[in-house]
Structures are given as C-alpha cells and as structure tokens.
C-alpha cells in the first residue's frame, strides 16, 4: 500500500487549484441515472471514490465516459441492471444515490447496503422513510434494499434527522414523481445545492434549495445538460489549515469561499490572515496558531469533515480548544495517532479537549478515514523531522494528487509506492 513520507517544519509557499467538490460530483453522477440524454460535468475530481461510482454505474449499462481537463460525459440510454452489488457498494456509502433515480425513472431498485469509512452509523432508514411515503414499496433482504414502484408519487416528506445523502437521493426521486414533494428538514449545504441546480438544468421544477424545505414538482422526463461540479470547500479548508499549522502564504484559486463562512471564521480566530475574492482566497500565518474551539454542525454550522484538520492545527496552539463532534459518535479515531507525535488530547464521550504543545514530533501514523488522513498529513508538515502516513488509500478517496499539490507549495513530501 502506498504512504506519504513527509520531512516538516517548511513553510509553505505558493498557488495552488482546489478540485470539484467530491461530495457534489457523486451524487450529480448518479443523476445522469435519470435521463437517456448525455449529461456533460466539468470539474469532476479524479479521485477513488469518482473511480468506484463510474464503475457502478457503468455495470448498470451507463455510458460513462472521462475526457481531459476534469470532464465527464454520462449516457444512460441502455441501463440492463438496476442493481448495485455488494463489491462495488461496500466501500462507498455513497453507492445509495442510485437508489431514488433508479427506482424514480425504471420502477424498481435493488442497492447493497453501503459500507464506507468507520467513523459512525450511517442509517438509510431515512432514506427509505421517504421513498416509502411517496409510494415504494422496500424490505431488506439478504443485505440489499430492494424497492419497486410502477410510478413514485409526491408526498409530504420530514425527516426525523438533517441527511445529507437523504435530501439528495429523495429530491433526485421526486424529480420524476407525479405531483408535489415537500422536503422538511432538508439539509442545507451547498453540495445539495449544486445537485438541485443540475437537475433543474435537466427540467426538473424545485424551489428552496439550500434552506430546509425545499419543494419539487414532478415531471414526466428529464433532458440532458451541461454543468460544472462546484470547488471542494473541504479540500480548500484543509490546504489552509496546513498554511495555518507550518506557516507561510498561499492562494488558493477555483475557491467559492461564499460556502465557507463558518471554515473562515474559526481560522480567522486561530489567527490565520485572509482575504477573499470571487474565486481565490489568500492566506498567511506568521507564528504560533490560537486555540479555537468549535461544535460541528450541519450547514451553515461547522462541518464534521474539518474536525480532525482544526483538531491537528489546535494541538499546536497557544491555550486550550473544546471540541464537540455533534455528527458522528466514532470520528475521533485520529486522536490516538496524532498524541504518537506529542499532542496533548483528551476524550470524554463526544468532547476533546487539545491543550497545545510547542512542537510536535514526526512519527509513523496510520490513517483510519479520509479525513482523519488529511489530519495527519497536517501535523506532519509542521512537526519536527520525519512522518510517514501510512495507509493513505483513505486520502486518494477524497483529495486530488494532495501531495503534488503540496509539492508545489514547498512541502517535503513524497508518496512510496
């Protein structure tokens, strides 16, 4: 397996292009599902997890074709499988978008209960909550959900949880419904926005994306489109906690920091300087970072995919941050790893609290999930001597070429194959 090799204490320096935002590409590829005409995405990231949802569906009969330059094209004329099997779907939760457009545009669905990263339960009953309300009928059985509907129906829909996956794959579902649906609850972020904006492209009819209702009036067929993935947020909020943990100043292009706020705002008190234009931000630190303390939260909170980066840059802050990961119960994992290279971490249920250290020390650390992996390259770029990461699969599922990327800012940082 690979893993980074990474000699720290250089400050980084440079400009670097942040990639589509994985978590909007996944579920606007499985959107091409729900129509035979070609959807054209630019801005895809050419990660793992693209790499697995492309397979899928191309098993399913969807053309699916990657040009240069981050395109896309998606053709579902001759779909002969609505099926996602076991091997492909469990190393990617993801895998249960296909099952609102599926079933939404060919009556029926049979999709694998996901796997994906161990960082907590990650239950479909909402997801088949709602579907079941708008006519499907699903069971379990031997491990896949299988549904059928001659055609889905519009309903009143209010989750018992903000779902992420759940608002995504019910509004792709009511997209083709007959009549009105109305999502309560829905979640807000900007990801689910982006998929709304494609598929309204495609003709559907919604209104309220990214408040938490959003209202879908059924069509009869979707059309193909073009359309550009929106920049990954998390990955930019990575790169600057990684300025903010070993120093220097760096511009980030093909940013949309409009859907960072609360990521800029907690750097801002760690002390990072900012500015911000249309599509760059410019970031610089000079000296030690403060302790900032955070609850996540869903959008416009703050999000649990940047808990274990602000987590890595607060063990070497100057005082004492609280954290509370509100989202998942099992995402601390990166905690044991990051103390093997000195930081000071303790744990009580859902809350840690990192009093920071003056340096932190390279050691061999091991991945565990994607971000938990962003987390320990971040320490150790700013530790003192060599860190190997191992098992950095976890890392290519969601960051596209991290370390050249790196590279071109300055780090000393190399993959071992």
């Known amino acids: 397996?690979?893993?980074?090799?990474?000699?720290?204490?250089?400050?980084?320096?440079?400009?670097?292009?942040?990639?589509?935002?994985?978590?909007?590409?996944?579920?606007?590829l499985c959107a091409g599902l729900l129509t035979a005409d070609t959807l054209a995405l630019d801005n895809v990231p050419d990660l793992r997890d693209i790499g697995t949802t492309l397979a899928l569906l191309q098993r399913m009969g969807m053309h699916a074709e990657r040009e240069t330059g981050g395109r896309v094209r998606l053709r579902a004329d001759r779909i002969h499988s609505q099926e996602a099997p076991y091997e492909l779907v469990k190393t990617m939760r993801a895998s249960i978008l296909v099952l609102g457009p599926l079933l939404a545009r060919f009556g029926q669905a049979r999709v694998s209960l996901p796997g994906g990263c161990a960082i907590g339960q990650r239950p479909v009953d909402q997801h088949i909550k709602g579907l079941a309300a708008m006519g499907a009928r699903i069971r379990i059985e031997h491990g896949f959900v299988v549904a059928q509907a001659e055609r889905l129906r519009g309903a009143s829909i209010l989750t018992d949880m903000v779902t992420v996956t759940g608002t995504e794959n019910l509004m792709m579902a009511a997209a083709l419904a007959e009549g009105r649906t109305v999502l309560e609850n829905a979640a807000c972020e900007p990801e689910v926005v982006d998929l709304a904006e494609v598929l309204?492209?495609?003709?559907?009819?919604?209104?309220?994306?990214?408040?938490?209702?959003?209202?879908?009036?059924?069509?009869?067929?979707?059309?193909?489109?073009?359309h550009r993935i929106v920049p990954d947020r998390i990955e930019a909020g990575t790169f600057l906690c990684a300025v903010a943990a070993a120093?220097?100043?760096?511009?980030?292009?093909?940013?949309?920091?409009?859907?960072?706020?609360?990521?800029?705002?907690?750097?801002?008190?760690?002390?990072?300087?900012?500015?911000?234009?249309?599509?760059?931000?410019?970031?610089?630190m000079d000296g030690r970072p403060r302790a900032t303390s955070f609850r996540t939260s869903e959008y416009p909170g703050f999000p649990t995919d940047m808990q274990a980066q602000v987590m890595a840059l607060n063990t070497l802050a100057e005082g004492t941050a609280v954290i509370t990961e509100n989202i998942f119960e099992n995402r601390y994992m990166h905690v044991q790893e990051l103390c093997r290279m000195g930081a000071d971490i303790d744990i009580d249920g859902h809350t840690a609290v990192v009093t920071g250290v003056p340096e932190l020390s390279g050691a061999t650390v091991m991945a565990t999930d994607l971000r938990a992996s962003a987390s320990l390259v971040i320490a150790g770029l700013a530790a003192r001597g060599q860190t190997t990461v191992e098992r950095i699969y976890h890392l290519d599922r969601g960051y596209e070429r991290m370390e050249a990327k790196l590279q071109a800012l300055g780090a000393r940082i190399q993959r071992i194959r």
Request: with cysteine; net charge negative; glycine share 16%.
């Open 200 to 226: 309204i492209a495609m003709g559907a009819r919604i209104e309220g994306h990214g408040t938490d209702r959003i209202v879908i009036e059924g069509v009869d067929s979707l059309h193909g489109a073009t």
């Open 247 to 284: 120093g220097g100043r760096v511009t980030l292009r093909d940013v949309a920091p409009r859907t960072m706020g609360a990521i800029l705002d907690k750097l801002a008190d760690a002390g990072l300087a900012i500015e911000c234009g249309e599509d760059w931000i410019r970031a610089s």
């Open 1 to 28: 397996m690979d893993k980074l090799h990474i000699e720290g204490g250089v400050a980084l320096e440079g400009e670097i292009t942040i990639s589509g935002a994985k978590n909007a590409a996944l579920p606007i």
